[in-house]
């Protein structure tokens, strides 16, 4: 097959993969080579998907990110951990992860969660919702200091007297 025939599949498999879903650098290229598409073909699709803002790693973190927080109420680690799994690392992640948490209060979130899970538990004593919870938060993804203070704030630890 001539480069010219390889650039036209190429192109035809990476348009039809980014028909359906915004997609990373990253998983173009690894659809690209499962596809078996030379590495040289691979990378001049992906410059010029880019230059066609097509594929933008920054906009697909800000979007997805934004969209992980509203529906699944992830904290910055979850969600960082999430953006390396699609080959968004480094400082595109770190930019997108601060500018989401100032757009929205991680706290606030935790907090919200942490509420919603106490409520679920209404049945168990203090001590078993206290070592239920913070497993809970840290699966979604909060820092342990914001785990630690809700949890600390929410369900106190019982006092006692002598």
Not at 26 to 52: G, M, N, P, S
Not at 102 to 121: G, L
Not at 133 to 158: C, D, M, N, T, W
Request: aromatic residues 8%; proline residues 2%.
């Amino acid at each position: 097959m001539s480069f010219q025939e390889e650039r036209k599949r190429a192109r035809s498999i990476a348009f039809k993969f980014l028909a359906y879903k915004n997609r990373s650098v990253k998983e173009v290229l690894d659809q690209l080579k499962k596809k078996e598409i030379t590495e040289d073909c691979a990378q001049a699709i992906v410059e010029e998907l880019k230059e066609l803002k097509y594929v933008n790693d920054s906009e697909l973190a800000h979007q997805w990110g934004r969209s992980r927080i509203k529906s699944r109420h992830w904290g910055s680690r979850r969600l960082l951990q999430e953006l390396a799994q699609r080959g968004i690392r480094g400082e595109t992640a770190s930019t997108a992860l601060r500018d989401l948490y100032e757009e929205f209060d991680e706290f606030k979130i935790a907090s919200a969660c942490a509420v919603k899970k106490i409520q679920s538990m209404s049945h168990l004593d203090n001590e078993k919702q206290r070592k239920r919870l913070a497993p809970y938060l840290q699966r979604k993804g909060f820092p342990v200091s914001i785990i630690y203070e809700i949890v600390h704030s929410l369900l106190p630890p019982l006092v006692e007297d002598d």
